[in-house]
C-alpha cells in the first residue's frame, strides 16, 4: 500500500513560487550569457580588440575596449576646459580653487578646469599667501607664479 500525501494549499503557494522563480533565474542566465557571448563580436564590428570579462588592465576598462586612452579620451582633451599650470618655490603648499581645498602643489602641477572665474589661493605655513583672481578660457594654458615669500615676524610690542 502507498502512502501520498496531502497538500496545504500554502505548501503547493510556496512549490509554485520556487518554481517561478527557479524559472527566472534560469532566463536571466540565458540573457547575460548570450551577452557575454556577443561581447567580442561587438568589440570585433569597432575595429577593437576585446580582451575579455574579468581582465581589466589600465584602470578598469581594458587597453583595446575602449581605445587607448581609457573611456574619456586623451587626458586633458574636455571640451570647454583650459589648463592652469602652477609654478612656485614651494611644492608641499596647499592649493585652493574658490575657497575649496584641491591640494598641494606637487599634485596639481597642471590642473584641467572648465573655463570660467575662479579663485586660485596658494598657502604655507610661515609664508606669505598667494591670491589671485583668473579667468580659464577653453583649450588655452594659464601660467601662474605664485611667489610664497617668507613672514616676516612682527616685533615684539609692549616695552
Excluded at 49 to 59: K, L, N, Q, R, T
Excluded at 148 to 155: A, C, D, E, K, N
Aim: glycine share 12%.
Amino acid at each position: 500500500m502507498v502512502r501520498t500525501r496531502l497538500f496545504k494549499w500554502t505548501e503547493i503557494k510556496k512549490i509554485r513560487e520556487l518554481h517561478r522563480w527557479r524559472c527566472n533565474m534560469k532566463k536571466l542566465l540565458l540573457v547575460s550569457a548570450a551577452f557575454v557571448a556577443m561581447l567580442p563580436i561587438t568589440a570585433l564590428a569597432r575595429g577593437r580588440v576585446f580582451v575579455g570579462p574579468g581582465f581589466a588592465p589600465y584602470g578598469g576598462y581594458g587597453y583595446g575596449w575602449y581605445g587607448s586612452y581609457g573611456m574619456y579620451g586623451p587626458y586633458g582633451a574636455t571640451p570647454n576646459a583650459g589648463k592652469v599650470k602652477l609654478d612656485t618655490n614651494v611644492k608641499d603648499a596647499k592649493v585652493f580653487i574658490n575657497g575649496y581645498y584641491a591640494g598641494t602643489v606637487g599634485e596639481l602641477k597642471t590642473m584641467v578646469l572648465h573655463s570660467g572665474n575662479y579663485t586660485i589661493e596658494v598657502r604655507a605655513p610661515g609664508r606669505m599667501p598667494f591670491q589671485q583672481r583668473i579667468y580659464v578660457v577653453a583649450e588655452k594654458t594659464l601660467k601662474l607664479h605664485a611667489d610664497l615669500r617668507l613672514q616676516v615676524p612682527s616685533p615684539p610690542s609692549g616695552s
